[in-house]
Every structure is written in C-alpha cells, then in structure tokens.
C-alpha cells in the first residue's frame, strides 16, 4: 500500500542504452513530478503532470521523456544514457488543493551509467 | 520564487532540542512554508507546514515570526534516527506547490 512507489529501485547500465522508470502512486493526487538529485544532493524539479498534462519542463534535454498514461502514472524513459545521467530520480506527487501536506515522494531510483 | 537560506549543517547530542533556522526575505503574501526530512536512500518526506504564528505536530513545531522573513523548525529531544537533511521550502498552496525549490538543506548530525 505504497503511496508512491517506484521502479525499479536500482539501475545500471552502459553509456547509449535507453532505460525507463516507472511511477505510481494510489493517493489519488492530481500532480506528479520527476526531481533529479545529484552525487551533490541537490534537488532538482525536472517534469511536472498535472492530470496527465505536461506543466513543468524544467530545460531537461529532451533525451528525457516522460510519458503520464493516466494521472496516477508517470514514467520516466531516458534515451541515450550519458555519464552525467548518474543520479538518484525520485518520483513525486502533490494534490492541487494540497491542504497542506505538499509533496509525497517515492523511494527513488539509483541510476548508474557505466 | 523565494530563495531559502540554512545552515549547511548542525551537531547535536541525543536529548537535546535541535532549531534551524531558515531565512526567506522575499517570501511572498500567499507562501508557505514547508519543512521536509530526508533520511539517506529515500526521499523527502514531509515534517510541517506553517503560514504565520506557531504550528506544532507529533514530530516538530515551526516557529514563524510576523514578518515571515524567516522560520525555525524546532525538535524536540532528537535521538539518533533524527540524522537526516532538513530542507526548508518556500512555496504557494494554490498552485499545488508546483514550483517548489529545494535548496542545499541542512544536515543534522545526532550523536550518542
């Protein structure tokens, strides 16, 4: 009963490949994200959904592509995998009306490009 | 988009009361503020939010003073499993906190 969950929670792979990462979560919201955060652990926003809409596109290269089938998913697939794409990807969501509570945030996916 | 300025890191002793600070100058008139903990290999969860006054939970309290420039999350008797990086946001409620910033966080080291 995850709020967010995603997968997979490890990655590793080689320089070129191209590799998704999926999210869902059951708290009904109608926004989700996807924050990149650095080996200096910063966070990053890179993409906002809004009810499957696209709102945020934070200047992400556009080898990243998100893709929202329904506003309870939104996968992350990335072409062409770099070096500097080695990161922690967190998935998130938050209700537009909030109330309050902000953002629920996934476990994270660890990315190793090799 | 307010910028929040806190301490890069912070020692305590188990026991103790911990307070950080964060500054937000130019928060504006319908921001919150929202303090998030992040335990190594998870992500953020949420503490507390607060607009103005004092906001207390079961985990912390938030001090906010009237001109809202600044903020103190405050815990209470920390205990080992309180280590984490603390961040402190600065965001609209009514636009879904969509543009929510992280900033650098502060690390709170608990020691025995």
């Known amino acids: 009963d995850t709020a967010v969950s995603q997968t997979p929670k490890y990655l590793v792979t080689q320089m070129g490949n191209d590799k998704s990462i999926k999210c869902e979560q059951n708290l009904g919201h109608d926004t989700m994200y996807w924050y990149k955060q650095d080996s200096k652990k910063f966070l990053k926003i890179m993409f906002s959904y809004n009810n499957k809409e696209l709102i945020i596109n934070e200047t992400v290269p556009n080898r990243f592509s998100p893709k929202s089938p329904d506003k309870a998913h939104l996968n992350l697939h990335i072409n062409s995998l770099e070096l500097g794409d080695s990161a922690v990807y967190f998935c998130a969501s938050s209700q537009e009306t909030a109330g309050g509570y902000g953002y629920t945030f996934g476990s994270g996916t660890r990315l190793t490009v090799v | 988009l307010a910028k929040t300025t806190q301490p890069i890191s912070m020692d305590s002793y188990e026991g103790q009361e911990v307070n950080i600070t964060c500054s937000h100058n130019n928060i504006a008139t319908n921001d919150y503020i929202t303090w998030y903990q992040q335990f190594p290999s998870q992500g953020p969860r949420f503490i507390i939010q607060?607009?103005?006054t004092k906001v207390t939970n079961e985990v912390a309290s938030l001090f906010i003073p009237a001109d809202r420039k600044s903020s103190t999350l405050s815990l209470p008797r920390v205990s080992l499993s309180d280590t984490a990086v603390y961040y402190c946001l600065v965001g609209a409620e009514n636009t879904g906190f969509q543009k929510l910033v992280f900033g650098t966080g502060t690390r709170l080291l608990v020691s025995p």
């Open positions: 607060g607009y103005k």
